[in-house]
């Protein structure tokens, strides 16, 4: 009876580490991405590589390739980024990846942020 418990526990521990376990992800911008606004729905912001805010992103995505959890939650408010196949969110705690494979863009990875990260991009359109 002892092993059967020492079993189950190890199991059951062993399940708790792989689902609360991050997963990498690497995602690099376009050199031209389009920047939406949940503010003003009507206006959008083409960045470049030489904008502030492309460049604050890109170092961001690049410094922070691991610690992505998986999601298929919705996001309110933010920033919302089109580079390639993904959709980037910025709002003011979190990051959200999309998948924009399908028709409608689906939350694939979700990283929280401090406030003061990304201040540039939570300010497009200010």
């Given at each position: 009876m002892n092993q059967f418990i020492r079993i189950l526990s190890v199991l059951t521990i062993s399940v708790f580490v792989f689902v609360g376990c991050s997963k990498p992800f690497d995602i690099q911008l376009q050199p031209k991405v389009k920047a939406f606004l949940s503010d003003d729905?009507?206006?959008?912001?083409?960045?470049?590589?030489?904008?502030?805010?492309?460049?604050?992103?890109?170092?961001?995505?690049?410094?922070?390739?691991?610690?992505?959890?998986?999601?298929?939650?919705?996001?309110?408010?933010?920033?919302?980024?089109?580079?390639?196949?993904?959709?980037?969110?910025?709002?003011?705690?979190?990051?959200?990846?999309?998948?924009?494979?399908?028709?409608?863009p689906e939350a694939i990875y979700v990283q929280e942020i401090r406030d003061v990260e990304l201040k540039k991009v939570k300010n497009i359109g200010k």
């Open positions: 729905r009507d206006k959008t912001v083409n960045l470049t590589a030489d904008d502030p805010a492309y460049i604050e992103l890109a170092q961001w995505l690049n410094d922070h390739k691991s610690g992505w959890y998986p999601t298929s939650g919705k996001y309110p408010r933010g920033v919302y980024i089109v580079s390639g196949e993904y959709g980037i969110q910025v709002t003011q705690r979190r990051i959200v990846i999309y998948s924009t494979k399908k028709a409608k």
